[in-house]
């Protein structure tokens, strides 16, 4: 085990209340990170594009091989005429809560650099980075930004006009929160913070020792 991975919560200043009852971070990280999570329960209302935009602006600043910036975001309003198009795509679990969304997107990533149209290795990393900065600062904004794989990833690509050189990596539920009673009795349960693998799984000095 790491030296300081029992490190009390109460070291993080910030923490909120229901972030530091599920989770106990074993060094002293900023507060932002920990109080991510991803709740489901969302109130319907709508958000302004002063409320929304900064989530795609702090995804325009991630990092990426070369500079290239290969994520992109596509996305749809629950009042456009573009929605029933994005929430159709969900599977009916996702369906269930996301209806409730203020907003849904797709994340898709170039495979290809717009410089020499060679293959990127890193493409899904970096767009990875781009996801997480957005979420990050919607965790800050208190909104809910839920990513979900439960999708149907060809009909994405056909319905949303995505070209070929360009692969669907995820689709995001972005709203104002909502109570959890207001969620399907069968996944009330999972409207909470849930805990990591502790650090020695998934840190390793030298060779890889994992499973």
Known sequence: MHRGEKMSEKMIEGLTEEVGAHRKPG?????????????????????????????????????????????????A?????????FLDLLAEGNRAWAKEASLLAAVISRKTFERNEKPSRTHLFDTGAAWENLALEGARRGLVVHGMEG????KAKTALNIPEHYEVCAMIAIGKRGKKEALPE???????????KPLNEIAFEGKFRGK
Request: proline share 7%.
């Open 27 to 75: 060094h002293e990280i900023h507060a932002l990170i920990v109080n991510r999570w991803s709740p489901r329960s969302m109130t319907g209302e709508i958000l302004e594009e002063k409320d929304f935009l900064p989530l795609f602006e702090a995804a325009r600043w991630a990092p990426s091989s070369y500079n290239s910036q290969p994520w992109r975001f596509l996305y």
């Open 77 to 85: 309003r629950r009042d456009s005429g573009d929605w029933a198009t």
């Open 151 to 154: 999708f149907d990833y060809d």
């Open 186 to 196: 069968k996944i009330q349960a999972l409207e909470q913070p849930n805990d990591r």
